[in-house]
């Protein structure tokens, strides 16, 4: 794992200490808000509907023990005794005091996180695959090139005032599990046909009230060009960008309105410009990164213990089947705990549960915790003889849900129930969702399907990409809940489509079921998956299910 | 034709804590919607905002909310998003909903 440095401990320091005098400044009155705004956003503080929100950046989603521990603390200490995991890979804490915030950032200085580049016109937390560095179809570790692009971006002069927000999300594997092409810029690493590793650079994807995919600028890329490359696109971008209006602002716009391959022969123009002023320093920068990205010491050892409980124990099987995904070692796996239990809050997990969480990775898992877009919580290095362990020890705080990937593991933003753009709430239309599929025990015989809820045009739940996606908004002052449907968030990203007119609140969860119950006699056979279906049908036999009205009134 | 002024509630959020708060008849500031005054002219509701936008010591981005009068004679709002701030997040008991339980 990444260690900060003496530069790096110094700058938080500094940071967290000009942001504490300057809520004093903003407490005894001698601020006003609108000088304070841009100074708490670019620390992480948001004003939600009921209270302040701290959003702390989880780089590339990885925490030590330790870290998750502090989070715990912050939670119990400052908050209510819980923190929410969004779909960047942050955490939010929903109710600290203004006040508390500067001892807030101090606790988590101590453990080097902070609150920086989590909001504002800046290049945002740089979010990679989740099940990096164990993940069996990986080139190699992503997430030290992730970490060049922090340490290059945080507090880059060119960068902290541009039209827009930059993300930027960077995986190794064949399968796509960080939704590359939804963002402003993705780094895929790739191998050539002559075997060697470099970058395929995608641009302009973004989901939002224009969603549009990312497109591939440059296919392969030399690795010391990466962030000379980077740096032209988003010089490129800053300059020729919209700044006109905040919805044309995001590069996804300026790479539909001008076309890619003009936007490739800027930033090849710009790049040749820019090349020259890197000496290389950053190439040993990446070298020395990567050495904190060393994989653990894998054991080989009997995996006797995992293959006795598989046997016999069938919730400890039933669980093993959904939460466990191949790891590239022989006799680990990859973990994923579902913070998603039924009727729960998608992504909230108590300080107890974080602490449980923690004392795993510890004892079981090289000290190394991930936290997923799909807001779950990974021990990405588990050898098989620990998982009955692991299992029994998340039954006792509650953490032993066996849902992953399915209809119940759904991604709900916090909607109207906290946030302050929210057109309506999302969090118990996810609750309410997961509830029903549990009591009709259906959810294993439906399979693989992806439920996404935003609570506003802006996405934040990524609906566009579901394979049900439901989007909250206000029709003339009531709830009311758009269907999308056959949208992919992976390597073969489409957007969904509208499936027609929304629903009511007390509409929307029977309006999910007669989707499912379609899909359940629509497709051909147990195997083939909710999305297979719908590519093969389309989306007009959903639509008899989900109208029904409309299909008695054309009959 | 202009249209014709609706009644409407001062609010805002408390710079300390962030909590949803109301402008009361004698431009205090409350906790709770039903002791906010209900404003039905549209030059007074003006000037009362205006009074409010110059306390940046105790209130954040306050604005003019729709509300009616409802069965007890204090104000209620009449868009959910106003009813969720003076009630609290439906997920858990916490906020306005869990201090109410405290008095
Ligand atoms: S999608 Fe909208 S409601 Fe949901 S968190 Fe984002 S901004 Fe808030």
Redesign the pocket.
Known sequence: MYKYNDFDTAFLAERNRQFRAQVERRIDGSLTEDEFKPLRLMNGVYLQLHAYMLRVAIPYGTLSGRQMDQLALLAEKWDKGYGHFTTRQNIQYNWPKLGDIPDMLDALGEVEMHAIQTSGNTIRNVTADHFAGAAADEIEDPRPIAELIRQWSTDHPEFQFMGRKFKIAVSAGEKDRAVLKAHDLAVRVVRNDAGEVGYQILVGGGLGRTPMIGKVLNDFLPREDLLPYIEAVVSVWNQIGRRDNKYKARIKITVHEHGIDDIRARVDERFALVRPTFDGIDQELFADIKAHFAAPEFKTASTEAFDAAYANDTMFRSWADTNLHEHRADGYSIVTISIKKHGDTPGDATADQMRAMAELARQYGHDELRISHEQNVILPHVHKSDLPAIYAALREVDLHTANIGLISDIIA????DY?A??TAR?IPVAQQIATRFDELKLEHDIGHLQIKI???I????HHHVAHIGILGLDRAGVENYQITLGGDATETAAIGERAGPGFAYDEIVPAIERVVQGYLELRDGAEETFLETYRRVGLAPFKAYLYPEARANAA | MARAFTPKVITANHLLDGDVIYMTDTGEWTRLLSEAVLLTDEADADVRLLEAQQQPDVVVGAYLADAKVGADGTPEPTHFREEFRRTGPSNYFHGKQEEAQHV
């Open positions: 933003c916090p909607g109207m946030c753009l929210a999302s935003s609570g506003c802006n996405a934040c739940g």
